[in-house]
């Protein structure tokens, strides 16, 4: 190929992305087009940079001497270096000119807070307001000294770019003022803390059964946006509610002149004996509430 085509096909490349391959190989170009959907709406960032990769990596693979074989299997595996190199060094300063900040993670252990499962960053979930991240460090701060031991987990926070863009499966993580936190559990024998730790390795989907005498609104009421799980239940870990430390977290909470509301299901806050007008539930048609908090902030 002369000079001149590779740069054509270059061009057409980084024009068309995956649409480049459709007439020459449908299957390829489908299952590339599935992929920048899917990195899109996981990881926002993502289906951009595979679509950058396909004209990156055709350029390295004309380059690269071998069979041409193994010349695809190092461009599949390249991607990834590529797509972290993309989300932890370019990403954060172009946010951060866009009013976001990403959450600790790894860079800052000596933090009071950290994410459930490093998942949450490589997927770039991890983003928020300055303020809000500063009201997350001050309550995190406060919790360690009430609760010593335990540790503040989020889960969910927001993407890094564009308040309108959906972050899936969430209905309200656009605007960078929304952090969804783990609940705190003890272990059922020794009710011994466990920081960090939650009923399921997101942290979503593993709900704390209520108490039978507990109120439950949403008893019999169906709605596509509240799942329940039954099946996974049984399969996760059975942990107590530490108490004592989540009634210190909510009471952190609610002191928070940053802090506007937080949804709990009721049955949580019963148990913990905790009303306050920012302790709110979100209502039937909305995700379940007793597997997380979700703090919303000013
Ligand atoms: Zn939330």
Redesign the pocket.
């Known amino acids: 190929m002369t000079a001149a085509a590779g740069f054509g096909r270059t061009a057409r490349l980084l024009l068309l992305g995956p649409l480049f391959y459709l007439p020459r190989a449908p299957w390829l170009g489908l299952l590339l087009l599935f992929l920048v959907a899917l990195l899109t709406l996981l990881t926002q960032i993502g289906g951009v940079v595979l679509w950058l990769w396909l004209a990156v990596s055709d350029v390295l693979r004309r380059a690269a001497p071998g069979r041409l074989i193994g010349r695809r299997l190092a461009a599949v595996a390249l991607f990834f270096p590529f797509y972290l190199g993309v989300s932890l060094l370019l990403v954060p300063p172009v946010a951060g000119a866009f009013g976001r900040v990403p959450l600790a993670c790894w860079s800052d252990r000596g933090s009071d807070y950290g994410p459930l499962t490093r998942a949450t960053c490589l997927t770039n979930r991890n983003y928020a307001a300055p303020t809000a991240r500063a009201a997350l460090d001050a309550t995190a701060a406060r919790l360690a000294v009430m609760a010593p031991v335990r540790r503040l987990v989020y889960?969910?926070a927001g993407f890094p770019f564009h308040a309108w863009f959906p972050m899936l499966p969430?209905l309200?993580?656009g605007d960078g003022r929304?952090?969804?936190v783990a609940l705190l559990f003890v272990d059922p024998g020794s009710r011994r803390p466990l920081p960090g730790r939650a009923r399921s390795p997101i942290g979503y989907g593993g709900y704390v059964p209520p108490a039978p005498d507990a109120p439950l609104p949403c008893a019999g009421i169906r709605s596509w946006r509240r799942w329940d799980f039954d099946w996974l239940q049984p399969l996760l870990p059975n942990l107590d509610l530490d108490v004592v430390a989540l009634r210190g977290l909510l009471a952190a909470l609610v002191a928070s002149p940053r802090v506007a509301r937080v949804?709990i299901e009721p049955h949580i806050g019963a148990r913990l004996g905790m009303r306050h007008d920012k302790i709110r539930f979100q209502g039937c048609g909305a995700?379940r509430h007793d597997d997380?908090i979700?703090?919303e902030f000013r």
């Open positions: 889960l969910d969430h309200s993580h929304k952090i969804d949804f995700a997380h979700h703090i």
